[in-house]
């Protein structure tokens, strides 16, 4: 009992220092000027005011106002009202002292949202001369510089998980290594929430604003709904630059939080059966339950996208104890920063991702354990795994052919290998036709004019179709040339692993670490890990890869391509992901075995997304 509680204290005593830690950090690292140097004020100049005592002057512009200081003064940031009905863009230029007491001169643009009622601006600077420029027919009320201290809450989040990572990378290591499962799942939850609480109620995900209406309708039973003005403008797109400083992302969530019983009202809507909302079943129950409690806006929008997190670590969890061999592997593609990223926006992708790879897993298992006598329990949960992972998005069911490639030891009789057969032959084709047979009776019906991209240009599939049939030498040239060109950037490059929506994707540089990390993964192995399979699995892999790359560049060429173009629009590196452990599975090798321990292998896997995701993170994710 004393030895327990010893480490108990100690566990305790390290998170004190952790966070004693970061709030040094934060102290004196991003609050030096004020909370070290004492240089704190608070000029505020009011439009037809009087000057006040630290300016030397006022100048009146024509479209705007020069404030020239008495001496060069820190100020951290600026605060703006105009009196404007609309979002207006203005500018200022700063001329300052740098940090070799060099003066400056700099121009900087940013946006006032008159919804929020104020705009702010970081400086961080020892101004001289600013001088503010608004567009015609805009009225400046009031210019605020200041400078105190201030802790941002998001920055010393970020601060602690980057100490507690730290901490455990280096003295957790046995634990790392025996609970590779639990530390990739804690890690996800850590990081995704940081994100999601970062975010706020910002939709920067891909077609978020889509993801979130149809969660949404969801939640109420897919029939009658209830609107509000809040809803209403999460459906049109938040726009990306409606805010850039904390203090702005709070008037936005407080505005969204009003709005939310503003003009409350019904609407009818009938989703009536559609396979593709199953990804959204968790994201859906998130927002129902923060409406049985009564949430604010914002805590019900992130209780959505946190029930869709959980998911994804619940499901990577599972695939990584389930991994029979090689467990980095799915260690290494469970903390992309681009797939960690999807897990903390609404999106069905979740879904997918995360039943494509458990089902590959069940089926390795399979595969590598054919005297299991759990063999045919796992098939089935394969099966299961593929088929209802598939339902988001039907183009990727081809997968569900691997269960036909299985030794046959694992079956008692014949009988019960085709039945079995039937099952994985009902479940192809019952989920594949989710996707075919609209295009098919379209096309029988006719239906020209209306199967297109609903967000318009020259798209139709029913005369995209006929012309692919027209003309198919010439569509699977230009299939292959798609594929092979964009092959690349899609498996190994920061389009495909680092891209995080309308944030940002990490500039190209980052791959010279993403590329050989991920080749590294897929053709390195440990003598002791080394996961290879026979000819026949990976052939068999292989066909069913081309398969389903075919359907997935051909539904994109159908609905969201100019009918007969010369170009496949649409198609993202994301696409991929769910085909990336089968790639890695066919590529594998035991020629490329290397002499490492299982720690640093295992720090590898994990590490190098963890330390990009946290490059991002603190670049875009948590306001300054």
């Not at 510089?145 to 100490?163: C, D, G, P, W």
Request: charged share 20%; hydrophobic share 45%.
């Amino acid at each position: 009992m004393t030895d327990v509680l010893k480490k108990i204290l100690k566990e305790v005593l390290i998170a004190v220092l952790v966070i004693a830690l970061a709030f040094g950090i934060e102290l004196i690292g991003f609050n030096y000027h004020t909370f070290i140097k004492g240089e704190k004020t608070d000029i505020l100049y009011q439009q037809g005011g009087e000057v006040p005592e630290e300016l030397e002057t006022v100048e009146k512009m024509y479209h705007g106002v020069r404030l020239l200081m008495k001496e060069p003064t820190y100020i951290k940031k600026m605060q703006v009202i105009l009196n404007t009905p609309e979002k207006t863009d203005y500018s200022f230029y700063v001329r300052y002292d740098n940090a070799f007491k060099t003066e400056e001169l700099e121009k900087v643009t940013d946006a006032y949202w008159p919804e929020l009622g104020s705009g702010f601006t970081n400086l961080d600077k020892d101004v001289k001369v600013l001088a503010l420029s608004i567009p015609k027919g805009t009225e400046l009320v009031s210019v605020r510089l200041y400078s105190y201290t201030a802790l941002n809450k998001y920055r010393l989040l970020f601060l602690m998980i980057v100490l507690f990572f730290l901490y455990v990378i280096f003295t957790k290591k046995q634990w790392f290594l025996e609970h590779l499962d639990w530390t990739t799942a804690a890690a996800i939850l850590l990081v995704g929430s940081f994100t999601i609480f970062s975010q706020g109620v910002i939709e920067n995900g891909w077609d978020e604003q889509i993801h979130f209406d149809r969660a949404y309708q969801l939640s109420f039973g897919g029939k009658t709904i209830k609107t509000n003005d809040t809803y209403e403008l999460m459906c049109e797109r938040l726009a990306k630059d409606i805010y850039n400083t904390a203090e702005e992302k709070e008037l936005l969530t407080q505005y969204l939080n009003d709005k939310y019983h503003s003009n409350e009202g019904t609407a009818e809507y009938n989703i009536g059966v559609n396979c593709a909302y199953t990804g959204y079943l968790l994201q859906a129950f998130g927002i129902w339950l923060g409406r049985l409690f009564h949430l604010s806006f914002n805590r019900l929008f992130m209780l959505g996208k946190l029930m869709n997190l959980l998911l994804y670590a619940v499901g990577m969890f599972f695939s990584i104890r389930l991994m029979p061999k090689k467990k980095e592997l799915i260690v290494a593609l469970a903390m992309v920063p681009t797939q960690v990223y999807i897990a903390t926006t609404y999106t069905y992708d979740v879904t997918l991702n995360v039943f494509m790879i458990l089902g590959m897993v069940l089926w390795l298992r399979v595969v590598l354990e054919e005297k299991s006598e759990k063999a045919f329990k796992y098939l089935l949960g394969s099966v299961l795994a593929f088929g209802f992972g598939s339902l988001s998005k039907a183009v990727y069911i081809p997968m569900i052919a691997v269960c036909y490639f299985v030794p046959e030891e694992i079956f008692k009789d014949k009988k019960q290998k085709k039945l079995f057969f039937g099952l994985v032959s009902a479940v192809l084709i019952a989920v594949l036709m989710t996707f075919v047979l609209p295009t098919l009776i379209w096309n029988a019906k006719d239906e020209i004019g209306t199967t297109g991209d609903p967000r318009g240009g020259d798209t139709d599939v029913v005369l995209q179709l006929r012309s692919i049939l027209t003309y198919p030498l010439q569509y699977m040239k230009l299939f292959l040339k798609e594929i092979i060109s964009e092959f690349g950037r899609y498996f190994a490059g920061t389009p495909g692993l680092a891209s995080f929506g309308r944030m940002k994707e990490l500039p190209s540089r980052w791959s010279y670490i993403l590329t050989p990390w991920i080749f590294g993964m897929t053709f390195l192995s440990r003598k002791e890990d080394c996961l290879i399979m026979g000819k026949k699995y990976k052939l068999s892999l292989g066909v069913i890869l081309f398969v389903v790359l075919g359907l997935i560049w051909s539904a994109l060429y159908l609905s969201y391509s100019p009918v007969g173009s010369t170009h496949i629009s649409g198609v993202q590196a994301r696409y991929y992901y769910p085909l990336l452990l089968p790639l890695m599975l066919i590529l594998g090798n035991k020629r490329c075995i290397i002499d490492i321990s299982q720690e640093a292998y295992r720090k590898i896997a994990a590490g190098i997304p963890a330390m990009l995701m946290m490059v991002v993170m603190y670049e875009s994710f948590f306001m300054r």
